[in-house]
């Protein structure tokens, strides 16, 4: 349904379109070269000033209903989606949480594979430098014993976890900041609203180093 407020827009802006034509090519065309001019120019600008008035008046009341409507939907929305929000971060972090100790399961064991091949390789050596000196070749025992280990093949477990269509997981860095102090300047941000705020108030007085200080003007109309 077309509201009140709506309906009464195209009356109110039929006054605006003959205006907002030709406001574009005035400004174009408008030179500012002595003191006629400048004076015309400045009238010229409360003009504008006013035509932005009408429009506020015509649009505002408008853009405010909408605004009241978009936040009423947005509310029923959040309502609506807040359990299941919560619910997908509780479950997310459940799966997150298995998943990590399958990993760290999955190193372990892969960890414990390869001590036990290596302790297998070494038990193997030995056992051929006992056969060596039982056999009468002592001289061979130091040269099995010192001989490289034998090269141990990679243990590579698959992941723990099983595979589920649609879901999938990957790995995030994030940081906790332990010293400002010691944080490269390359990483620090300047606080330009504080600096803003100095300077609006202390004007040309502002001594702050590696900023420079300038006055702009700013024409305004009423």
């Known amino acids: 349904m077309v509201s009140a407020v709506a309906e009464n827009i195209d009356a109110q802006t039929t006054a605006l379109v003959a205006r907002a034509k030709s406001m574009s090519d005035t400004a174009d065309a408008l030179e500012v070269r002595d003191a006629e001019t400048f004076v015309l120019a400045g009238t010229f600008l409360r003009e504008i000033k006013e ?42 972090a459940k799966i997150g949480a298995y998943q990590e100790a399958a990993e760290r399961q999955r190193r372990e064991e892969e960890a414990r594979l390869r001590e036990e091949a290596r302790r297998k390789a070494e038990e193997e050596a030995l056992a051929r430098a006992v056969e060596a000196e039982a056999a009468g070749f002592g001289e061979a025992v130091d040269e099995i014993l010192d001989a490289p280990p034998t090269p141990v093949v990679p243990v590579i477990l698959p ?42 108030a202390m004007k040309g007085g502002t001594k702050i180093a590696g900023v420079e200080v300038f006055e702009e003007k700013v024409v305004s109309a009423r």
Do not use: H, N
Request: glycine share 4%; no cysteine.
């Open 51 to 92: 035509y932005r008035r009408q429009v506020d008046d015509a649009f505002d009341s408008l853009v405010e209903e909408a605004r009241r409507t978009w936040k009423a939907t947005l509310a029923k929305k959040e309502k609506y989606e807040a359990p299941a929000i919560e619910a997908e971060k509780l479950v997310k």
């Open 159 to 200: 992941p723990v976890a099983p595979k589920v269509a649609g879901i999938s997981m990957r790995t995030t860095w994030k940081f906790r900041v332990v010293d400002e102090a010691a944080i490269p300047r390359e990483y620090l941000k300047i606080d330009e609203a504080k600096i803003g705020g100095v300077v609006r």
